[in-house]
């Protein structure tokens, strides 16, 4: 019973992990864009 | 006891569990459970995008109700529900990284073209600001050229005026073929000369000119002084009639005071006997 508690956890923290993971790539991409419309908006 | 005595016994037994189990209050473990996966299937984000593992989260819950049903006991049930719970858990964040991804790639490729934009903007200002150079270079050269070839008309048209630069500025002799003896109306051969120099004004306005008057030595210091102030006006009077501004021309009368060659001498009081003109350097005023 502890095995399967331990290794259901350990699959949980993982999975929530690269669910972070992945929102995080989100919001550096999202700044990045503004970086970008930031610089043309200069350039015009 | 009959066999069906026994049967009958068994499924009265069996009954007596079911109720007792049921009877007894839901494990917490159990409801909190049927709570996160209710709430789960109910998302359309996690049931989209995690179906299976949210099915085999529903399994996992399944096998401990069935537990519960049963009376198994009670720590069983609790852990059974705990590993459903955590399923269900599992199912939600798999689906949110999945979510994350998808926008992360869409987001990338508006990254892309946002970042094509920004080049090709970069690519428009440089070509703008290359343009604008080219004008600026072509318009300086343009300017230069202007500039030497007024230089080169200035020179062309001292050079024509047999003038000399000196101290005071440009200096130009007009001998005695301007005026006959002892008078001081000028002759008309002398005009095609300050032709060229009322020429030489209106294309360079920001000259101005002082006309100074000299005679020789014959006669006397009234006479001459009176003479080559006339003389000077003569001049004086030629350009503004030729649409020089009056204020550009000074005239004045030297006499014999300033002689350039001895008096002893015909060719020499020829010399004397004279208008200089001088031309002076821009933005010098007359007066």
């Known amino acids: ?44 | 006891m009959s066999r069906i005595g026994i049967g009958i016994s068994l499924s009265v037994g069996a009954a007596a569990l079911v109720a007792l189990a049921c009877a007894s209050p839901t494990p917490p473990a159990l409801e909190e459970a049927r709570r996160v996966h209710s709430a789960a299937v109910a998302d359309a984000m996690v049931s989209e995008n995690a179906p299976v593992l949210l099915y085999e989260a529903k399994q996992q819950l399944d096998e401990a109700e069935a537990a519960w049903q049963r009376g198994d006991d009670p720590a069983k049930v609790s852990h059974l529900a705990y590993l459903a719970g955590k399923r269900t858990e599992i199912a939600r964040a798999v689906a949110e990284k999945r979510v994350a991804d998808a926008e992360a790639g869409a987001l990338s490729r508006e990254r892309d073209r946002t970042v094509l934009e920004a080049r090709t903007r970069e690519v428009d200002l440089a070509r703008v600001e290359a343009d604008q150079a080219r004008k600026r270079e072509a318009q300086a050269q343009a300017v230069a050229a202007s500039e030497a070839e007024r230089a080169a008309q200035l020179e062309k048209e001292l050079e024509e005026l047999q003038a000399k630069k000196t101290d005071r500025g440009i200096v130009l002799t007009l001998g005695d073929v301007l005026f006959d003896f002892a008078k001081a109306n000028l002759r008309s051969g002398a005009q095609q000369n300050l032709y060229r120099l009322v020429t030489f004004l209106r294309e360079h306005p920001d000259r101005a000119v002082l006309v100074e008057g000299h005679t020789d030595s014959i006669g006397g210091d009234d006479y001459n002084l009176t003479l080559s102030e006339r003389r000077a006006d003569s001049v004086r009077s030629f350009r503004a009639s030729n649409g020089i501004a009056p204020d550009r021309i000074v005239a004045k009368a030297f006499g014999k005071a300033q002689p350039v060659a001895s008096n002893e001498s015909d060719a020499g009081r020829q010399q004397n006997r004279r208008v200089e003109v001088v031309i002076l350097d821009p933005g010098v005023a007359a007066w």
């Not at chain 1, 995080?24 to 419309?37: K, M, P, Q, S, Y």
């Open chain 1, 1 to 44: 019973m502890l095995s399967q508690k331990a290794l259901v956890e350990a699959q949980l923290a993982a999975a929530r992990a690269e669910a972070r993971g992945a929102q995080i790539n989100v919001a550096e991409i999202r700044d990045h864009i503004e970086v970008l419309r930031a610089e043309i908006e200069r350039a015009q």
